[in-house]
DNA sequence: GATATTGGTCAGAATGTATGTCTATTATAG
DNA sequence: CTATAATAGACATACATTCTGACCAATATC
């Protein structure tokens, strides 16, 4: 049963015409990666792999930069440390500090996310034509700058549509 | 602290592009909802309010619609139903079943969010330029068709990105 | 050294979603 | 027309993701 249209997809708003690519993109790969042998990475722990870094980073700067509380971002590094995707080092300049870094399964994770990512851009541009696809690149840049403008004070919660 | 970028928005993948202006402009509608007396709905209630009908729509319907299971749909519509938002009355055409409607206070919402989704696509197209608007709306519907064919099966849970 | 700040944890709660099971009702097969 | 299957929704339960508030240990500042 392909769902019927809502009524925001009906009237075709901005949020409705970002929200269902993005949700089409993200379900496809993480079933994608599901099946290619990371079954066990949900989407939240986005946020870790989005925010992590090649010398490891602290828990509470990336729950800074994922603008989310350092105890939730402390629960998905767990639960990712738990699952052998991070390991987590005591940091040399700071003893209350740890840093989270990625180990080689986190780092194949990360590499096949990447990898499927732009296989499926590849696939997009080929059918979209290269022209549109650069356009539409340009266009979202520009949205994207236009919007932070608009709105400037991401206020903590990004939340919205279907989660 | 205005959130360092993270590693796909520093790349510029597809998803983050899609994902930042979708996440600003929920953040910012949500955010002008609450202070203009909706202060009580949160993004996952969104799903009610794009799947409701001016005749009143069944739960299950709406669970389907929404791709989510009915218990879920009907956790969201009690929810909005305590609130106010909705009533609901039997069904005539089958007594196992109840229709959802909104009240005025829903109706009250679904007007504002519509009313402030329309100015805030208003500043938009006047800030990109009105063709630049109009071509990236043209685009995005491009990719939703596109996307649809290369992603044909959303698999039930579409999450993904930063809620 | 005294005090304030910062990195991280512990405890508890709220929210949103899913399963599994059940009842009442409707629809269908024979 | 009855027996059986399917459907609408509820209840109970569990899990995942996030939040607040209180706290400890280490660091930085005065």
Known sequence: MAAKKSFT????????????????????????????????IRPAFSSVFRHITPQGARVTDMAEQAQ????????????????GYVELVPDPSDRRAKLVRLTER???????ALALSHRNEERLAERMGR?????????????????????????????????
């Open 68 to 83: 989310m509380t350092k105890q939730s971002m402390g629960y998905l590094v767990d639960a990712l440390h738990e699952r």
């Open 106 to 112: 986190g780092q194949a994770f990360l590499d096949a």
């Open 131 to 163: 022209d549109e696809w650069a356009h539409l690149r340009r266009l979202l840049e520009r949205l994207n700058v236009e919007i932070a403008v608009l709105a400037p004070n991401s206020p903590k919660k990004a939340g919205g549509g279907a989660p």
């Open 9 to 40: 997809e009906e009237i075709g708003t901005l949020g409705a015409l970002l929200r269902l690519p993005y949700q089409a993109l993200a379900a496809s790969m993480y079933a994608e990666l599901a099946e290619n042998g990371f079954p066990d």
